[in-house]
Structure formats: C-alpha cells, structure tokens
C-alpha cells in the first residue's frame, strides 16, 4: 500500500534556528516523486521542493533542503535559518507513477517559529 | 505562471442547495485536473480525477451523485456540490496538471487557492 507519514503533529522552533520536519513513505513503484507544501491559515497550497526517486542528489530549494534516504524510505525537510513567516502546517506528499498521477498527502506538522 | 484560480473563494449556503466551484488554470492548459477536500487541521483528501473530455474517476468512498464533477474545458473543471448538507461544510481544493508533462518532471501539479464551503 502506498503511505505517506508525518509522526510529528506539532513541532517549535526558535527563529533563525534550523528544523528538521520528519516524512517517512511506502511504496513499491520504482518511480516516484516526493513534495513538500507549505500551507499558512490562508489554505493556499505552496510548493517548496520536489524530490525524484531516481535523483541522486538531494533537493535544496534556498532555506529548504530535503533529506533524501531512500533505503529508510525516508524524505525529510530541513529548513534553516528559521523566519516567523514559516509558521504553517506542513505537507508532505507523493506523486505515484502509476499512469494517474495523483498525489497522496501526510497528515502534516504545524511548525510554530518562536520569536 | 502556472496558476490555478478557484471561484469562490468563499461560500454559505442553506442545506438543500447546490454550489458549484470553478477550477481554472489560466496560463497553461489541463487536460487532469483534481479535486481535494479538507476537514480543519486535516490533510488533503483526494476526492476525484478530472479529465477533459470524459467522466472523472472518484476515489473510494465518494459518492459520484453528491459530488459532480465536468472538466469541459483544458482550463476549467467544476465541481457541484449537490443538495449540500452542513457536513459537506469543508475547504475545497483543486489542482491542474500541467499538459504535456511526462509525468517525471519536478512539479507538473499546481494548486488553486480553495475555497471554503459553509452549508448552514
């Protein structure tokens, strides 16, 4: 079965400081994609790194780095240099490679920048 | 470019009504558009696949009658809510793919603003 999970509900973090926000996957297509989206209160969904099965490179997209360990099935975000404005839930989710291109979502981690 | 307009952004209605809410991508065309649902501090759901041109495909447990979904157009699918009741009440996503992707590059998907349904 194809699963993204986010076991972080909740997570702090003081401003200026890096965070590491946690994402684990499952599935057994070869050919996948890994997303993060940040979400403020607004609800607008925004893309923030794209990580692909086969890269071998990790992703970093300016404050935003994605641990990429595929044998743990693992693709974790780290954000450094934390600001107030990355105060959001964060999403992490999959595209399957199946012909439908749909993506599956985690649950999310409310990321809260302390001043 | 790459974006995706939802109207409304917002919308009360009276239970019994219908609502329908536009999905529009308005630089680029999309033949797949997908819808999205989401309870308060709730992940995104994935309702159905739209495909211009032909019926939608539902996800499991979504009731095709309740939620109508046309995608006449390479840039605008709806989705009607149909005799609307108070748990319909939810924030409504879409998202469009780009057309002519293969699927394998980085971000072919790209999200319209929502908008939040409120069925009193």
């Known amino acids: 079965a194809q699963k993204i999970t986010q076991t972080q509900p909740g997570m702090f973090v003081q401003e200026k400081e890096a965070v590491t926000l946690d994402c684990t996957y499952d599935?057994?297509?070869?050919?996948?994609?890994l997303f993060w989206y940040k979400q403020p209160s607004s609800g607008e969904m925004i893309f923030l790194i794209y990580q692909g099965s086969y890269d071998q490179q990790n992703a970093t997209e300016g404050r935003y780095s994605l641990n990429f360990q595929k044998a743990r099935k693992s693709a974790n975000l780290v954000i450094s240099a934390s600001q107030l404005g990355d105060s959001a839930m964060y999403f992490c989710a999959m595209r399957l490679s199946s012909g439908t291109y749909k993506y599956i979502f985690g649950t999310g981690t409310r990321l809260k920048v302390l001043a | 470019g790459a974006v995706v307009s939802q109207h409304p952004s917002w919308v009360i209605c009276k239970s019994g009504t219908s609502v329908k809410i536009e999905c529009r991508s308005l630089?680029?065309?999309?033949?797949?558009m997908f819808w999205y649902r989401q309870f308060p501090k709730q992940s995104l759901m994935l309702m159905a696949t739209?495909?211009?041109?032909?019926?939608?495909?539902?996800e499991q447990g979504v009731e095709k009658d309740k939620f109508l979904i046309n995608h006449a157009s390479l840039t605008l699918s709806t989705l009607t809510v149909t005799s609307a009741h108070p748990e319909d009440s939810s924030f409504y996503i879409c998202?469009?793919?780009?057309?002519?992707?293969?699927?394998?590059?980085?971000?072919?998907?790209?999200f319209g603003p929502g908008t939040r349904l409120t069925v009193l």
């Open positions: 630089d680029f065309q999309a033949t797949t």
């Open positions: 599935t057994s297509d070869p050919s996948y994609g």
């Open positions: 998202s469009a793919r780009l057309t002519g992707t293969s699927g394998t590059s980085y971000n072919e998907q790209f």
């Open positions: 739209s495909n211009e041109g032909s019926k939608a495909t539902y």
